[in-house]
């Protein structure tokens, strides 16, 4: 039967179904056994690179994800208009961890973000693990840090510099964050 024999045969309109906008990228997409108390690296920055490649909001899910420091969180090659965002489910006192498993790094590498927003999760470290700093805010040698958005994070391990080292930002907002140095 040919396509034209098809259609004309019809008696009512088809309907195809809509294709789902996406309007979040979760981690979980990006490998099997992700967010199982594993090394959730990879499947972390690939959710994170997506975002950054289309704007579209990386949705951390509840519980504990385990990576190795540090997430690249530059935000140098958004779409225009565009913004990177990382939000956690719940709010920061109980919903969503980022753990650092080994120490000596960053955790988060924010350098030169524009665009930037991160939203309610805690950020910590696994027992015995130290970092250099939780979130490195700081421009870039070719790119100012502009519009970031720290809201309602907890963030909280031993830090060799701090929780939060920034320099050299602009037109940002830190709201409704814990920030603890148990060192």
């Known amino acids: 039967i040919s396509r034209r024999a098809l259609l004309v045969g019809m008696t009512a309109p088809v309907v195809l179904p809509a294709l789902a906008a996406i309007d979040h990228i979760d981690p979980r997409d990006f490998g099997s056994g ?9 499947a972390l920055q690939a959710a994170i690179n997506q975002g950054k490649a289309t704007g579209i909001t990386v949705q951390l899910p509840g519980g504990v994800g385990n990576f190795t420091p ?45 665009g930037l927003g991160l939203s309610r999760f805690t950020l910590g470290a696994a027992p015995g693990v130290e970092l250099v700093t939780g979130i490195l805010l700081a421009a870039s040698t070719t790119r100012p840090l502009d519009m970031v958005l720290l809201d309602q994070l907890y963030v909280s391990a031993p830090f060799t510099w701090g929780a939060i080292y920034g320099f050299a930002w602009h037109s940002s907002i830190l709201q409704h964050c814990k920030l603890y140095n148990y060192r």
Request: charged share 10%.
């Open 34 to 42: 992700v967010w199982t108390g594993g090394d959730d690296t990879a």
């Open 70 to 114: 540090p997430l690249d969180l530059t935000s140098n090659n958004l779409p225009n208009g565009k913004t990177l965002c990382i939000a956690g489910a719940g709010n920061a006192w109980g919903g969503t961890m980022l753990r650092a498993l080994s120490g000596g790094a960053v955790g988060l590498d924010c350098v030169g973000s524009q």
